[in-house]
């Protein structure tokens, strides 16, 4: 699903939103957790899931052309781990489609 996906989807849940309106309520959404994660802000969205911030340690890469060692600087990266209604609702749906696809 991409972002106007999900606009169009709004839009046609609730018919009193103008298409315009869904398109505002989804970029600020986005908007407010994109400022919360910059700032190191932990998300959570129950029944969805949690977003939060990992940090990742310097390390020794290597360049896989020339073999090269190669010095990966730390990083801090965006993680989102899905809650249990999530991952039960995911687990059940595709452990049924998995079983009316076999002959």
């Known amino acids: 699903m991409t972002r106007s996906d999900l ?14 309106d869904a ?29 939060s911030v990992n940090h990742r340690p310097p390390r020794m890469g290597r360049n896989p052309r020339s073999g090269e060692s190669v010095a990966i600087p730390e990083k801090r990266v965006p993680h989102f781990k899905p809650g249990k209604a999530l ?11 998995q079983t009316d696809s076999k002959p």
């Open 23 to 51: 398109e505002f309520a989804v970029k600020a959404i986005l908007d407010a957790m994109n400022d919360a994660l910059v700032r190191g802000h932990r998300i959570e969205i129950r029944g969805f899931g949690s977003f």
């Open 87 to 97: 991952r039960e609702a995911v687990d059940q749906r595709t452990a049924e489609l």
């Open 7 to 20: 606009v169009e989807e709004l839009a046609n849940r609730f018919a009193q939103l103008t298409h315009r």
